[in-house]
């Protein structure tokens, strides 16, 4: 079969289509024929270095497609079965061979690429907005990359709770999609400081919680975004980790929280993985939440994909397409 390896770290360039042997399924394992792969930035932090992983490696850990064969143990799951997980790594492939108990089948209305894009990112929203700062009417949250594959997800879900949803973009194209999925407020962070802009618009209050996966570039002044008693969700690092810093600052700004989760935690059990992604699939089959795939390229080109993330030059999910 064809996949995407890479034997060293660094940038696209290190990533090689390439054919391997195809997999056979183990003990509790379904083999899977991979139909779409998300491309998410956890991809590019593994493939960098930033995050180790033992080398080579196949990237990618979300996709959906038809289970082909299954290993001995496995109990309602069976061939044909189609299907979509998150959280194992070797997605960017034609096959995979994936834990049983990860498998989330999917309901007929939901096509392959619908729930590759679903999958890590709109659990991720998910968890953000009903977990891990649960919001509701009168609160007032900041979105960063309102425009990506997370925020224009939890935008929807912010406003729909009735939250009031700041966003921040770079683009007038992102403005306008964040604002269709239901951002109230935007912000130019490439014109303006973004929480001298939030300070104007909650007229010097603040928020009641920062969603921010940018990290590094954005985390002081998502700090001073907040209200007294807010809380920064820092759940990513497009532009680096945050260096170490004195927990006493957050004392100073206002008693402020700070959490740094991940959906791995959140979907632990095979019951909460099953609650959360059957409630982001109905959204999405129901129409309550929109999927936006910004980008679709062949298997053959996971290059080109990590550079236009990385670049900042995609919105909504970016898929790869094995059949393509």
Known sequence: MNAIRFHASGGPEVLEYTSVPRPEPDRGEALVRV??????????YQRSGAYPVPLPATPGSEAAGTVVALGDGVRNIVVGDRVAWTGVPGAYAEFAVVPAARLVPLPDAIDARQAAAAMLQGMTAHYLATSTFPLKAGHTCLVHAAAGGVGLLLCQMASRAGARVIGTVSTAEKEALARAAGAHDIIRYTEVEFDDAVREITDGVGVDVVYDSVGNATFDRSLGSLRPRGMLVLFGQSSGPVPPFDPQILNRRGSLFLTRPSLHHHIATREALLERAGDVL????????TLRIGLELPLAQAAEAH????????????????DA
């Open 35 to 44: 139909e779409a792969a998300g491309v998410n930035f956890i991809d590019t």
């Open 282 to 289: 109905d959204q999405v089959r129901s129409g309550a939440l």
């Open 307 to 322: 550079r236009q993330l990385e670049g900042r030059a995609t919105t909504g999910k970016v898929l790869l397409i094995p």
